[in-house]
């Protein structure tokens, strides 16, 4: 029998079989090795909101199925390819790292299946390479968006030269570009670059090298970089203040920082200490479920499954098919935790930037003082292209070690 | 004779079956091939020549890199030009290996494998930094696969069949290669190298042009590592890849050749498999790993000889 | 550059060392007594810092927390060796897969138990400053690394130069054979070292957690820099270690300092190089 023929009769079989009022999600995220924590919040935030709506989506029952991508791009495309082809999901959900990002989405391209980047930042995913991905949409955000906002704050703020230690991938060149471009747009000068390899924890060579006499040091830490680097800075004596990317002081690495963080500055477009009711009523249910103060792994891939449960919301519960989801997808205008989100036309988030502090205080009833994120100043509807209007953003090159240029490093 | 009339006969089984089987399936099927590929290459150095190598990810690396790079660089490999692609691959992983080899093949023993650890490190090493070219840790995604002569290997099926025929190629150049008098030589040297020397050989010019050719199947290997995965990153060439192989050659059996391609299935398995079933299956696979190597230091195969090759 | 510059940068290469050298030192002794290529070494290192973290939120006491954790993982390194690499004989390649297949074991083993955050040892506040000597911080917790690795390596260095067993495990290292034809217990030293090189690596772990933290990865990121300096330095050799260590640790600081670009050779192309030249390592030999 051809085997054209016979998938036909199985598909007729199941389409009558799979009724509406069934949705399929998988959900991609490393389970093992050195993210497996970051991949267990990412799988948490989405079940905690699934549960909150005991598996139902406006009619719809989920199936959620979890894969572990272990954090490497060929793991990435097996498991897409499985919960695709083998377990028929109408969508993925998540990958972590920017390179699984770029791993499954020619597969949602060749699969025409929707695919929800929850966390990968990778800026061109959804700019310069987005026409090859028409089946991808993005709910978390872009490297460089929150850090556009926080350069200008920098300059608005005094600080006039600064020094970036950034962690040298193209997560770390793309927060750090980003920041620059506002900084010296707005004034500020980049005096330094550092680029420490990803994964360092030792920073003796490179903080002798930090030229002292920087106003501030902007850093793009990463998991054990986090925590090492505001340590060491302090060992060393060196006094200059940390302005911080969006994973150098987020909640995923804050519990286990100490007093050396307090008056760090960062950005993100969300904070655990954002005092806002839907914000404290999250924070509050998550910690009591999974002992542990949400993070925005899990704050994106809770607002993901909000997101999709709006839309099916508009179904009435029966999937739309591909394309009309990401349609009715970045037509939304949600109130998150994270606050007001919508979308732009390269299917990339518009929402608030946070710019944070680390303070030691109690938030939210809890009795002990602890380290927090306060927010200290919001930009609102920021987009992926700051101020600078999609299409000359477009055309400078994607932000990397080398751009913005560094003019002032002599 | 007979053990080489039974695995093609199991591949002949699964070729026939594959229009069946599901596309998932056929993906895993194809990962498994393209894995034994690269383990026959480190079957050649350990379980015929005797050398531990930790770094033979970095040959399949540069196969798959250099595909890439043709590919979305300079638009050659997807029509008639994939063949001459596998060459250059080939060649790439061979050039490599020659070069490496100069270093390498001075140590025996552990040093050979912190040698290639090392070699393969370095690799990783620029394939991270070489942003321009590498896409550093991002990676170069391929395109889509090459058609030529109406066939369109961006359909899973034929990608397979084609992968398969690369496989038993691979096989009977290898088998032949082994079972030849330098084949023999070289498990001399495994058994004896110092009796070897006494009686003439030019030990490291064997073990030297062993680890060249078993660059070439890892480019070769690499090429189609690029086209199944569509995506090449610097965590292929990572030392944990390596290790991988190396462990898929003890499991199946050294000094077999087709213990590699056992070895590939059962971990491929137990990988990609057995971990979308149950959570706890890193367990599975580390007491596999332990039980072989206690109880079979034949691997897999040794179950069907009772004995070394 | 100014002298303090190169003073510091010296400062924290040596410091680095010391923590390299408290890595390395077990696994050369057990390369040098069993001929072992122990892969389960980063293992060890990470199981120590995870213990001693259990220990520091069971009793609050870091200092409690050294020598149990040490302890713990010396047990199970005895463990290892007793039931799983005593039978394999003595070979050399089938011991190395043995150990790696139990790294994979005890990796997924410490993620079930502790979870995968990145998780850092704080020291007591007591070594948690910086003293200023002559215009230069130098942290305490550096000073600390380098006093204990250097008193580890002479009390090593002792055991092994004046004492019975130290004598015994030296012989075991130059001749097996001869030693057991004089009633040396070979079997015995073997179990003993590798306990002792599973101590080493746990008191590093929890040594270094202060330092490089404590998180799933962790062990096969020091594996490879471990295996470095016990190559450069010599296989068996544990004057090598040192000698290894201050040089992996000096040059690993001096490369990334003054040449980033090479960040990622600094440590993989001296060892090729210096294999290349001399297979058994700087101090070592065959």
């Given at each position: 029998m051809n085997r054209k023929v016979f998938t036909a009769i199985a598909a007729l079989a199941l389409s009558t079989g799979t009724s509406a009022?069934?949705?399929?999600?998988?959900?991609?995220?490393?389970?093992?090795?050195?993210?497996?924590?970051?991949?267990?919040?990412?799988?948490?935030?989405?079940?905690?909101?699934?549960d909150e709506q005991k598996g139902n989506f406006a009619g719809a029952k989920v199936t959620f199925i979890v894969e572990d991508?272990?954090?490497?791009?060929?793991?990435?495309?097996?498991?897409?390819?499985?919960?695709?082809?083998?377990?028929?999901?109408?969508?993925?959900?998540?990958?972590?790292?920017?390179?699984?990002?770029?791993?499954?989405?020619?597969?949602?391209?060749?699969?025409?299946?929707?695919?929800?980047?929850?966390?990968?930042?990778?800026?061109?995913?959804?700019?310069?390479?987005?026409?090859?991905?028409?089946?991808?949409?993005?709910?978390?955000?872009?490297?460089?968006?929150?850090?556009?906002?926080?350069?200008?704050?920098?300059c608005e703020n005094g600080y006039k030269r600064v020094v970036t230690v950034g962690a040298d991938y193209a997560f770390g060149h793309e927060v750090a570009g980003g920041f620059q471009k506002a900084f010296e747009d707005c004034g500020g000068r980049v005096i330094q670059k550092i680029w420490p390899p990803l994964g360092t924890k030792d920073f003796g060579p490179y903080i002798p090298t930090i030229k002292r006499d920087a106003d501030a040091v902007?850093?793009?830490?990463?998991?054990?970089?986090?925590?090492?680097?505001?340590?060491?800075?302090?060992?060393?004596?060196?006094?200059?203040?940390?302005?911080?990317?969006?994973?150098?002081?987020?909640?995923?690495?804050?519990?286990?920082?100490?007093?050396?963080?307090?008056?760090?500055?960062?950005?993100?477009?969300?904070?655990?200490?954002l005092d806002t009711p839907k914000n404290r009523e999250f924070v509050r249910k998550y910690r009591e479920k999974y002992g542990k103060v949400p993070s925005y792994y899990s704050e994106s891939n809770y607002t993901t499954a909000q997101m999709i449960h709006e839309v099916m919301k508009q179904t009435k519960g029966r999937w739309p098919g591909p394309e009309k989801f990401i349609a009715a997808m970045t037509q939304l205008k949600l109130e998150a935790v994270r606050g007001p989100v919508r979308f732009d036309d390269m299917r990339n988030p518009i929402q608030n930037i946070y710019i944070k502090k680390v303070e030691k205080k109690r938030m939210f009833g809890y009795e002990k003082d602890e380290l927090w994120n306060t927010v200290i100043q919001t930009y609102p509807d920021v987009s992926q292209f700051w101020t600078y209007g999609k299409d000359a953003f477009l055309k400078q090159p994607v932000y990397s070690r080398d751009f913005p240029p560094c003019k002032y490093c002599n | 004779m007979n053990r080489i009339a039974i695995l093609l006969g199991v591949l002949g089984i699964v070729a026939l079956l594959a229009p069946f089987a599901g596309p998932f399936v056929i993906l895993l099927l194809a990962h498994i091939l393209v894995l034994g590929i690269v383990a026959m290459s480190v079957d050649l150095l350990l379980g015929y020549t005797g050398l531990p190598s930790l770094g033979q990810a970095a040959y399949l690396g540069v196969g798959a890199?250099?595909?890439?790079?043709?590919?979305?660089?300079?638009?050659?490999g997807l029509?008639?030009?994939?063949?001459?692609v596998i060459a250059l691959g080939m060649a790439a992983g061979a050039a490599t290996a020659a070069f490496f080899g100069l270093f390498a093949i001075r140590a025996s023993g552990v040093y050979f494998l912190m040698i290639t650890l090392a070699l393969g490190m370095c690799v990783w090493g620029l394939a991270y930094r070489w942003n321009s070219l590498t896409g550093g840790d991002n990676g170069i995604n391929m395109r889509g696969r090459p058609s030529f002569a109406g066939m369109r290997l961006a359909d899973d099926l034929t990608f397979f069949y084609l992968v398969l025929a690369f496989f038993i190629a691979s096989f009977f150049a290898l088998h032949l290669l082994v079972s030849s008098p330098f084949g023999k030589s070289l498990v001399g040297i495994r058994e004896r190298e110092l009796r070897m020397r006494i009686l003439g050989y030019n030990t490291w010019l064997h073990k030297y042009i062993a680890f060249v050719i078993a660059g070439a199947f890892g480019g070769l290997a690499g090429v189609l590592w690029a086209h199944l995965n569509g995506i090449v990153s610097p965590s292929d060439v990572l030392l944990p890849a390596s290790v991988d192989v190396l462990l898929m050659v003890v499991l199946g059996g050294p000094g077999t050749l087709a213990g590699g391609l056992i070895g590939a299935g059962v971990v491929v398995f137990l990988r990609d498999y057995l971990a979308t079933v149950v959570p706890w299956w890193q367990y599975v696979l580390g007491t596999v790993y332990v039980l072989t190597i206690l109880y079979m230091p034949s691997g897999i195969m040794g179950l069907f000889k009772g004995g070394k090759a | 550059m100014d002298a303090k510059f190169w003073l510091i940068q010296i400062f924290n290469g040596v410091s680095y060392g010391a923590l390299l050298f408290l890595l390395a030192s077990g696994l050369t002794l057990i390369f040098g007594v069993m001929r072992i290529v122990n892969l389960s070494h980063g293992a060890y290192f990470l199981l120590g810092g995870y213990v001693a973290l259990t220990v520091i939120k069971a009793s609050g006491s870091w200092l409690l927390a050294i020598p149990i954790a040490a302890l713990a993982v010396a047990a199970i390194g005895l463990v290892m060796e007793r039931i799983f690499l005593r039978p394999l004989g003595f070979d050399p390649l089938r011991q190395v897969l043995l150990t790696v297949g139990f790294a994979f074991l005890f990796q997924q083993a410490a993620l079930d138990i502790w979870g995968g955050d990145n998780l850092i040892i704080q020291p007591p506040p007591t070594l948690?400053?910086?003293?200023?000597?002559?215009?230069?911080?130098?942290?305490?917790?550096?000073?600390?690394?380098?006093?204990?690795?250097?008193?580890?390596?002479?009390?090593?260095?002792?055991?092994?130069?004046?004492t019975r067993i130290g004598a015994m495990v030296r012989a075991t290292v130059d001749d097996a054979e001869m030693a057991r034809g004089v009633g040396i217990d070979t079997s015995r030293v073997s179990m003993f070292i590798f306990a002792l090189g599973a101590f080493l690596a746990a008191l590093g772990g929890v040594i270094g957690g202060a330092f490089l933290g404590v998180y799933p990865g962790l062990d096969f990121e020091v594996l490879p820099v471990a295996f470095a300096v016990v190559i450069i330095g010599g296989m068996g050799s544990l004057a090598g270690a040192a000698v290894g260590s201050m040089l992996v640790g000096l040059a690993d600081n001096f490369g990334k300092a003054l040449f980033p670009e090479v960040a990622y050779f600094s440590l993989y192309a001296p060892m090729v190089l210096i294999l290349a030249m001399k297979p058994t390592g700087l101090l070592g030999r065959e």
């Amino acid at each position: 029998m051809n085997r054209k023929v016979f998938t036909a009769i199985a598909a007729l079989a199941l389409s009558t079989g799979t009724s509406a009022q069934e949705l399929k999600i998988g959900f991609l995220a490393p389970m093992t090795g050195i993210f497996a924590q970051i991949g267990k919040d990412m799988e948490n935030g989405f079940q905690m909101y699934l549960d909150e709506q005991k598996g139902n989506f406006a009619g719809a029952k989920v199936t959620f199925i979890v894969e572990d991508e272990e954090g490497k791009p060929p793991v990435g495309v097996r498991k897409a390819e499985k919960l695709a082809r083998q377990d028929n999901v109408q969508m993925l959900v998540g990958g972590l790292l920017a390179s699984t990002g770029y791993a499954i989405a020619p597969v949602s391209t060749r699969l025409k299946t929707v695919y929800v980047l929850s966390i990968a930042a990778a800026d061109d995913l959804t700019q310069r390479d987005l026409k090859e991905y028409p089946y991808i949409v993005r709910t978390s955000w872009s490297s460089s968006q929150p850090h556009h906002p926080l350069g200008k704050w920098a300059c608005e703020n005094g600080y006039k030269r600064v020094v970036t230690v950034g962690a040298d991938y193209a997560f770390g060149h793309e927060v750090a570009g980003g920041f620059q471009k506002a900084f010296e747009d707005c004034g500020g000068r980049v005096i330094q670059k550092i680029w420490p390899p990803l994964g360092t924890k030792d920073f003796g060579p490179y903080i002798p090298t930090i030229k002292r006499d920087a106003d501030a040091v902007f850093t793009v830490m990463v998991g054990p970089m986090a925590l090492q680097f505001p340590k060491q800075m302090q060992e060393a004596g060196i006094k200059t203040p940390l302005i911080g990317g969006g994973t150098s002081y987020d909640e995923f690495v804050l519990p286990s920082m100490g007093d050396e963080v307090l008056g760090h500055v960062s950005a993100l477009q969300y904070s655990a200490a954002l005092d806002t009711p839907k914000n404290r009523e999250f924070v509050r249910k998550y910690r009591e479920k999974y002992g542990k103060v949400p993070s925005y792994y899990s704050e994106s891939n809770y607002t993901t499954a909000q997101m999709i449960h709006e839309v099916m919301k508009q179904t009435k519960g029966r999937w739309p098919g591909p394309e009309k989801f990401i349609a009715a997808m970045t037509q939304l205008k949600l109130e998150a935790v994270r606050g007001p989100v919508r979308f732009d036309d390269m299917r990339n988030p518009i929402q608030n930037i946070y710019i944070k502090k680390v303070e030691k205080k109690r938030m939210f009833g809890y009795e002990k003082d602890e380290l927090w994120n306060t927010v200290i100043q919001t930009y609102p509807d920021v987009s992926q292209f700051w101020t600078y209007g999609k299409d000359a953003f477009l055309k400078q090159p994607v932000y990397s070690r080398d751009f913005p240029p560094c003019k002032y490093c002599n | 004779m007979n053990r080489i009339a039974i695995l093609l006969g199991v591949l002949g089984i699964v070729a026939l079956l594959a229009p069946f089987a599901g596309p998932f399936v056929i993906l895993l099927l194809a990962h498994i091939l393209v894995l034994g590929i690269v383990a026959m290459s480190v079957d050649l150095l350990l379980g015929y020549t005797g050398l531990p190598s930790l770094g033979q990810a970095a040959y399949l690396g540069v196969g798959a890199y250099l595909t890439a790079i043709l590919a979305t660089k300079f638009g050659v490999g997807l029509g008639w030009d994939f063949w001459l692609v596998i060459a250059l691959g080939m060649a790439a992983g061979a050039a490599t290996a020659a070069f490496f080899g100069l270093f390498a093949i001075r140590a025996s023993g552990v040093y050979f494998l912190m040698i290639t650890l090392a070699l393969g490190m370095c690799v990783w090493g620029l394939a991270y930094r070489w942003n321009s070219l590498t896409g550093g840790d991002n990676g170069i995604n391929m395109r889509g696969r090459p058609s030529f002569a109406g066939m369109r290997l961006a359909d899973d099926l034929t990608f397979f069949y084609l992968v398969l025929a690369f496989f038993i190629a691979s096989f009977f150049a290898l088998h032949l290669l082994v079972s030849s008098p330098f084949g023999k030589s070289l498990v001399g040297i495994r058994e004896r190298e110092l009796r070897m020397r006494i009686l003439g050989y030019n030990t490291w010019l064997h073990k030297y042009i062993a680890f060249v050719i078993a660059g070439a199947f890892g480019g070769l290997a690499g090429v189609l590592w690029a086209h199944l995965n569509g995506i090449v990153s610097p965590s292929d060439v990572l030392l944990p890849a390596s290790v991988d192989v190396l462990l898929m050659v003890v499991l199946g059996g050294p000094g077999t050749l087709a213990g590699g391609l056992i070895g590939a299935g059962v971990v491929v398995f137990l990988r990609d498999y057995l971990a979308t079933v149950v959570p706890w299956w890193q367990y599975v696979l580390g007491t596999v790993y332990v039980l072989t190597i206690l109880y079979m230091p034949s691997g897999i195969m040794g179950l069907f000889k009772g004995g070394k090759a | 550059m100014d002298a303090k510059f190169w003073l510091i940068q010296i400062f924290n290469g040596v410091s680095y060392g010391a923590l390299l050298f408290l890595l390395a030192s077990g696994l050369t002794l057990i390369f040098g007594v069993m001929r072992i290529v122990n892969l389960s070494h980063g293992a060890y290192f990470l199981l120590g810092g995870y213990v001693a973290l259990t220990v520091i939120k069971a009793s609050g006491s870091w200092l409690l927390a050294i020598p149990i954790a040490a302890l713990a993982v010396a047990a199970i390194g005895l463990v290892m060796e007793r039931i799983f690499l005593r039978p394999l004989g003595f070979d050399p390649l089938r011991q190395v897969l043995l150990t790696v297949g139990f790294a994979f074991l005890f990796q997924q083993a410490a993620l079930d138990i502790w979870g995968g955050d990145n998780l850092i040892i704080q020291p007591p506040p007591t070594l948690s400053h910086s003293v200023v000597v002559g215009g230069l911080h130098l942290p305490i917790y550096r000073i600390f690394m380098i006093a204990l690795a250097a008193a580890i390596g002479l009390a090593l260095w002792f055991a092994m130069e004046r004492t019975r067993i130290g004598a015994m495990v030296r012989a075991t290292v130059d001749d097996a054979e001869m030693a057991r034809g004089v009633g040396i217990d070979t079997s015995r030293v073997s179990m003993f070292i590798f306990a002792l090189g599973a101590f080493l690596a746990a008191l590093g772990g929890v040594i270094g957690g202060a330092f490089l933290g404590v998180y799933p990865g962790l062990d096969f990121e020091v594996l490879p820099v471990a295996f470095a300096v016990v190559i450069i330095g010599g296989m068996g050799s544990l004057a090598g270690a040192a000698v290894g260590s201050m040089l992996v640790g000096l040059a690993d600081n001096f490369g990334k300092a003054l040449f980033p670009e090479v960040a990622y050779f600094s440590l993989y192309a001296p060892m090729v190089l210096i294999l290349a030249m001399k297979p058994t390592g700087l101090l070592g030999r065959e």
